[in-house]
């Protein structure tokens, strides 16, 4: 054998194993991704795990998944966005301020979506059947439930002449549709609205003084995100109050019924194939907004 084909064939039998890995398709890459803290996610990264798991997929074989947390700031949140999508990550899935960060970055990776409100509202899709574009999603329509609180509250503390109601900007349908609730009956409320820890204080410092008997909490990532420190208040200036999900009113306890929206978003079909057929799968994706309604 001449040198120079010995050495050619050499060559090619040390490439060929990089070739042949080359080949396989990489692992997909599912960015999960939430505005809020890993504190308030510890249950809903489980039941996603189990979500995939049911799916067939099982982290670290043939998904991974990486977990941001934005830590309630809007700056970081869009950084993490801009890393998912430069990166990209076969299908980006995040609660609502995640959603909508999300969309705002992109129109070909993937996004689904876990959200308390109107999805058609709060400008993630533009119909509930046929959502197009990238995005997709499970909204359970807590908002909607607000006539109730109020009124359940109003039967519970039918002393209290004036009801405040604490929000976040993060969920405003949930304020609104207590106030059309309270316009009907005539039933006076406050409204103050809070984005950090000395927001929320001077909220409470102003509910009492201003006669306000029973307080609404409004369902938003930022007020399960400070559960604990608005529970204190709450019982601090002895106000009853009527909260949205179960963990504000346990104060860290766990919640079987956002964990299972959260096994609902398995995005197999945004993780399977090439980049252009993620691309493709962004597109299926979008065709179907699954609807949890909540009774009470």
């Known amino acids: 054998m001449r040198r120079r084909a010995f050495i050619s064939l050499l060559g090619g039998a040390t490439t060929w194993p990089l070739m042949a890995v080359a080949q396989q398709p990489a692992t997909p890459v599912i960015g999960f991704l939430r505005s809020s803290t890993l504190a308030d996610a510890t249950n809903l990264m489980t039941a996603f795990r189990?979500?995939?798991?049911?799916?067939?997929?099982?982290?670290?074989?043939?998904?991974?998944?990486?977990?941001?947390?934005?830590?309630?700031?809007?700056?970081?949140?869009?950084?993490?966005?801009?890393?998912f999508v430069h990166r990209p990550v076969a299908v980006i899935v995040g609660n609502l301020v995640a959603a909508l960060a999300a969309k705002a970055a992109t129109t070909t990776v993937p996004i689904v979506f876990a959200t308390g409100t109107d999805p058609v509202k709060d400008g993630?899709?533009?119909?509930?059947?046929?959502?197009?574009g990238n995005v997709t999603g499970v909204s359970f329509f807590a908002a909607a439930v607000g006539a109730k609180r109020l009124e359940q509250l109003r039967q519970l503390v039918p002393s209290a002449t004036t009801i405040g109601v604490l929000e976040s900007l993060d969920n405003p349908e949930d304020r609104k549709d207590v106030e059309v609730a309270a316009r009907a009956i005539g039933q006076q409320l406050i409204v103050l609205s809070a984005s950090n820890s000395s927001e929320i204080q001077a909220a409470f410092e102003t509910f009492v003084p201003r006669g306000v008997g029973a307080l609404i909490v409004t369902s938003s990532a930022f007020t399960f995100s400070h559960r604990d420190e608005i529970v204190a208040l709450a019982a601090r200036y002895r106000l009853p109050a009527s909260y949205g999900v179960r963990e504000n009113a346990t104060a860290g306890g766990s919640d079987k019924l956002r964990g299972q929206h959260y096994r609902c978003l398995s995005p197999s079909r945004c993780v399977r194939g090439s980049d252009s057929q993620g691309r493709e799968a962004g597109r299926s994706a979008g065709r179907t907004v699954h609807q949890i309604r909540v009774r009470d």
């Open 124 to 132: 993630l899709v533009t119909n509930l059947n046929r959502p197009g």
């Open 50 to 83: 189990q979500g995939l798991q049911e799916t067939g997929y099982v982290e670290g074989q043939n998904v991974a998944t990486e977990y941001r947390f934005a830590e309630n700031d809007r700056d970081k949140l869009t950084a993490l966005v801009k890393d």
